[in-house]
């Protein structure tokens, strides 16, 4: 009864409380429409204004009103993001001196404003920050800035070029600059030493030259260094070493002379080490495997010795280096939210995995050149294949039987999702052949493709690419540049390759043709991204090379050809053509029983088609018979069901035809479980 008594009264108690809170926030509310801004800064706003080509700042309404239309106020929580976040918000601060309000910051991203950065800006004596990411803003930053108070300062993905001017290092209160995703070119000049307070400072995607600055090593401060696909060029400056409060430190794609592993012993805090592609021999020192690092990536060095690893360690990317040694036995214990690349890697030990994971990418990763099996047979395939593959980071996984891909890397910047490796259309495809195009593969870094049970003699491979995310309009979202290399049987066929500039535009086919030659029944096509172009346009995270489809062609006995499309969600039914596809799903349909009494059944888009399994064919007979069959699906004709496509599976030939209403085709069709090892396209 008490107790009852008592819970009672504390909430008659918070009731009394609520009133009283509510009453004084209305009082506080109706008080504060704070006073507008000195005329100078209305006026400097003016001028930025035009500057900025910003056209709809309403001057009738008080700039300090956060509830005016100069403030976009934040988005609610549990909101799905939009894909481009627009901001345009002014904020003033009115506890500076004496109840005056001042101009505090400018936000203005996402708008595509395609004017220059605005001199005018130093007329706000009080700014302290400035936002202009993701728009189409050239020129430089202007001298006047170098007397303000600026702390924190956004530049990103923009157009702005030349080079990184000596007077930023006067804004010693800057604690955050990002000049990422633009244009500018130079050495970074040693004044930014200046900078003491800084925490943040992001130079990504720039055509930067020269060596890192030795001055950076006064920013004690900093937090988070990001330098990835700078320009810059090695050796490591060894006075990095001083950044003892680093929590983030992202430095790749350095060119020119290779260095030792930096000395990184006194960096207590960080849990984010990104080293890739920065010409670093000699071993990886002990007290990396000790540090409470979340992510490692040293991929794409010349890294020697052991490999131990970190068994907390989320991310372990060590792609292509030289470590030696035996793999670790905690590795084939990690769960998937732990992603382990080892791929290409000269480790001794003849040990295969004892069980295989999506997240432990091990191609290539021992010495001899493949663990894969022998030259002599076709490759092994893992038996950890999935038949609903959707990509993801640090994996290896075939493609049905004969092809296999390995794709290396992590899509930084982004909660990355099996979505971030295949990109979809966002616009109508004119091409022929659309449909080859509106999805296509992803990749972070590195992207292999390996056909297998190929017979010996010369091929004809052709690579169909579409930029089909980066756009070709006045704004932000065409600023990205995707540069990559392609390597054919590990040559070198296509170097810093740009679709977009190959295409002249955007959402437009191109397709190249290249001649190779299979001697030990393998074939490979590599997509390497080599620390060009840009990494956040346009969003965080847009990088790496994509392909839209492939096909591969023999020279010899031109009879048919593979076509592929690399498309995720086909990918281990890689299709390309929509004929092809079918048959796939219907394949993993099948092996999935649905077909149990020889039924028809629905194709995900909505076609109904049917099924047909021969009796076993002749070695010799079917080369002749897919070629007849080629004819057969080209016809076309009201009294004929059309042929869409075949699969072929060791000496059984299954065909996938038009479905006709009580037609009895299907019905041949036997129900046993099976893997295709072959498909052919019959377009
Ligand atoms: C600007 O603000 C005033 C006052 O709120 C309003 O009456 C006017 O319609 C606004 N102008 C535009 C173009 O939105
Ligand atoms: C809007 O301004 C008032 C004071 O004028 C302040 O109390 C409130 O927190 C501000 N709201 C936002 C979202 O900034
Ligand atoms: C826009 O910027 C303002 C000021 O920095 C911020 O308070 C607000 O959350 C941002 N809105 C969105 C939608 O990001
Ligand atoms: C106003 O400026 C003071 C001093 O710089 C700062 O402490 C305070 O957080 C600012 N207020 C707002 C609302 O930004
Ligand atoms: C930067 O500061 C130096 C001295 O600290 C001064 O001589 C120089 O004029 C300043 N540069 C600009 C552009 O204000
Ligand atoms: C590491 O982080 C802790 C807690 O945030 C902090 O107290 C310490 O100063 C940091 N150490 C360094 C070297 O920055
Ligand atoms: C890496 O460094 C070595 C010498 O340290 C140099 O000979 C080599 O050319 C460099 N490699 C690249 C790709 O720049
Ligand atoms: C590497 O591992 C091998 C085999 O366990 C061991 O014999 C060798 O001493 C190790 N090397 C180093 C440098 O730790
Ligand atoms: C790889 O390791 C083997 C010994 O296991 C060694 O003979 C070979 O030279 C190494 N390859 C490279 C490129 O270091
Ligand atoms: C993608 O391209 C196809 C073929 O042109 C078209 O039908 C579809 O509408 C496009 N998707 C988008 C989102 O524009
Ligand atoms: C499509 O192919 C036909 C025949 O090859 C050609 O005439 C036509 O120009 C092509 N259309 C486009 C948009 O490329
Ligand atoms: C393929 O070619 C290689 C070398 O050119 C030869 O050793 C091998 O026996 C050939 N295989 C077949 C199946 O012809």
């Known amino acids: 009864m008490g107790r009852s008594t008592c819970f009672q009264t504390s909430h008659i108690f918070g009731f009394f409380l609520l009133l009283v809170f509510m009453e004084s926030k209305n009082k506080v509310e109706s008080q504060v429409e704070p006073p507008p801004p000195p005329h100078d800064e209305i006026r400097a706003l003016h001028e930025i204004a035009a500057e900025l080509g910003k056209k709809d700042w309403n001057f009738s309404e008080n700039p300090c009103n956060n509830k005016s239309s100069w403030y976009t106020p934040p988005l609610p929580p549990n909101v799905p993001q939009p894909t481009v976040v627009k901001n345009s918000s002014v904020t003033c601060n009115c506890s500076l001196n004496g ?52 702390e924190f300062v956004s530049l990103s993905s923009n157009r702005l070029s030349g080079p990184v001017p000596s007077y930023l290092g006067n ?14 070119s130079g050495t970074i000049p040693p004044e930014l030493g200046k900078l003491v307070n800084m925490e943040t400072l992001i130079l990504n995607a720039n055509y930067l030259t020269g060596e890192l600055p030795p001055a950076l090593a006064n920013l004690v401060r900093m937090k988070q260094l ?8 090695g050796p490591f400056p060894s006075t990095l070493s001083a950044l003892n409060s680093l929590v983030e430190l992202r430095i790749s794609d350095l060119h020119g002379e290779g260095s030792r592993f930096p000395n990184l012993q006194n960096m207590k805090n960080l849990s984010r080490l990104v080293l890739r592609s920065c010409n670093i021999s000699g071993p990886i020192p002990p007290y990396i495997w000790e540090m409470p690092l979340g992510t490692l990536d040293l991929s794409f060095n ?19 280096n030289l470590l030696t040694g035996p793999i670790t036995e905690w590795i084939n214990t990690r769960d998937s939210h732990y992603q382990i690349d080892l791929s290409y890697n000269n480790i001794s030990a003849s040990l295969e995995p004892t069980s295989c994971t999506e997240h432990l990418n091990l191609f290539k990763s021992f010495s001899g050149g493949n663990n894969l099996g022998q030259q002599s047979n076709c490759l092994k395939n893992f038996p950890c294949s999935k038949d609903e593959d959707l990509g993801g980071p640090a994996k290896y996984f075939p493609l049905r039987e004969t092809w296999e891909t390995s794709s290396s890397g992590y899509f930084w910047d982004t909660s990355v999702t099996s979505k971030d490796y295949i990109a979809q259309n966002v616009s109508i495809l004119k091409m022929n052949n659309s449909e080859l195009y509106t999805r296509a593969r992803l990749s972070p870094l590195s992207l292999t493709y390996y056909i297998r049970c190929l017979a010996n003699g010369s091929y004809t491979v052709k690579l169909h690419f579409a930029e089909i995310v980066i756009r070709d309009n006045s704004s932000f979202q065409s600023l990205g540049r995707r540069v990559f ?68 062609e023999s020279d010899s006995k031109p009879q048919f050809s593979k076509v592929w499309n690399t498309k995720m969600k086909m990918v281990v039914g890689a299709v390309v053509s929509a004929m092809c596809l079918i048959v796939l799903t219907l394949g993993i349909l099948w092996r999935r029983g649905y077909f149990g009494g020889g ?40 009294n004929l069901v059309r042929l869409y496509g075949c699969c072929v599976e060791g000496t059984n030939l299954l065909l996938v035809y038009e479905y006709m209403e009580n037609n009895s085709l299907a019905r041949a069709l036997s129900g046993k479980p099976r893997t295709f090892s072959s498909f052919v396209a019959l377009t």
């Open 599 to 638: 039924k028809m059944s629905r194709e995900q888009d909505g076609t109904i088609i049917a099924i047909k399994q021969l009796s076993t064919i002749s070695r010799q007979g079917d080369r002749e018979f897919l070629n007849e069959l080629g004819m057969i699906s080209g016809l076309q004709h009201p």
């Open 171 to 184: 804004i010693t209160t800057l604690t955050f600059l990002s000049l990422d995703d633009n244009l500018f």
């Open 226 to 233: 990001e330098m990835q696909a700078s320009g810059f060029e």
């Open 99 to 150: 109840g005056q309000c001042h101009i505090y910051t400018i936000r203005l991203s996402g708008l595509d404003l395609s004017g220059v950065l605005p001199r005018s800006l130093s007329k706000l004596p009080y700014l302290k920050e400035i936002v202009l990411f993701r728009n189409f803003l050239s020129g430089t930053i202007p001298r006047e800035w170098a007397t303000m108070k600026l």
């Open 485 to 552: 290399d392609v390597y054919i049987q590990e040559k070198l066929e296509l170097k810093d390759f740009n679709i977009k500039n190959a295409a002249k535009a955007a959402d437009k086919e191109v397709i190249r043709s290249f001649k190779t030659v299979v001697r030990d029944k393998t074939l490979s096509i590599r997509f390497h991204w080599a620390g060009k172009g840009t990494t956040a346009t346009p969003k965080r995270g847009i990088y790496g090379p994509l392909i839209s489809a492939i096909s591969v």
């Open 302 to 320: 010349k890294l020697e010795g052991n490999f131990s690893g970190n068994e907390k360690t989320l991310f372990t990317f060590l792609t292509s």
